[in-house]
């Protein structure tokens, strides 16, 4: 069973488009995250939620918008997409701060 | 500017060679250093050190947090090609719930 499941798995796009990037955790956990890895692995957090409640807004462009339904699930909307924006976009769980974070297996944008 | 390093980059070794990773930080109130290895994809937990808990160990890989010298070292012992990962250590504050910042990374290559 998948802990923390992202979706798609790989997304190529190009310059100027919208996407969504889904991510659900089956572990129970209150509290989810985006991260963004670029080309030299450097893992830099984004956003946090913590029972739908946005506790972590990292210097991102506003054209990153984190949405939480609900606990289990933390999607992040990517609007006018950019060549910069390529990456690999992790998400990640944790129950509270005394446990760590467990993340997905990440999603690949590529912008042409 | 909260800063987290990792060295070496890079290492190669070959099967049976102990490795010593390390990390060091600079950031305002610490709350937890955590190590994780990363292979193709996700990053999976290996340890989290805290000031209640600066040593621990698990088969054949052992991390010891000094928080006099602000850095954590990984100790790998009789490495197999499968310890072959990036692996990765994060910092946690106390002032940020579940924000973690990351070092570069250590990319490590064990050959048979």
């Known amino acids: 069973d998948t802990a923390v499941s992202q979706t798609p798995k790989y997304l190529v796009t190009q310059m100027g488009n919208d996407k969504s990037i889904k991510c659900e955790q089956n572990l129970g956990h209150d509290t989810m995250y985006w991260y963004k890895q670029d080309s030299k692995k450097f893992l830099k957090i984004m956003f946090s939620?913590?029972?739908?409640?946005?506790?972590i807004n990292e210097t991102v462009p506003n054209r990153f918008s984190p949405k939480s339904p609900d606990k289990a699930h933390l999607n992040l909307h990517i609007n006018s997409l950019e060549l910069g924006d390529s990456a690999v976009y992790f998400c990640a769980s944790s129950q509270d701060r005394t446990e760590p974070q467990h993340f997905g297996d990440g999603t690949r944008l590529s912008i042409l | 500017e909260d800063k987290v390093v990792q060295s070496p980059l890079s290492l190669v070794v070959h099967e049976g060679d102990t490795v010593t990773l390390n990390c060091s930080y600079e950031v305002t109130n610490f709350r937890s250093l955590l190590w994780y290895k990363q292979e193709k994809k996700a990053p999976t937990f290996l340890f989290m050190l805290t000031s209640s808990g600066i040593e621990k160990k698990s088969g054949r890989l052992s991390s010891i947090l000094d928080k006099k010298e602000l850095s954590s070292i990984l100790n790998i012992t009789a490495t197999q090609t499968g310890d072959s990962a990036i692996y990765l250590c994060?910092?946690?504050?106390?002032?940020?719930?579940?924000?973690?910042?990351f070092g570069q990374g250590t990319i490590l290559t064990v050959h048979p």
């Open positions: 994060a910092v946690e504050l106390g002032t940020s719930y579940g924000k973690l910042t």
């Open positions: 939620y913590n029972n739908k409640e946005l506790i």
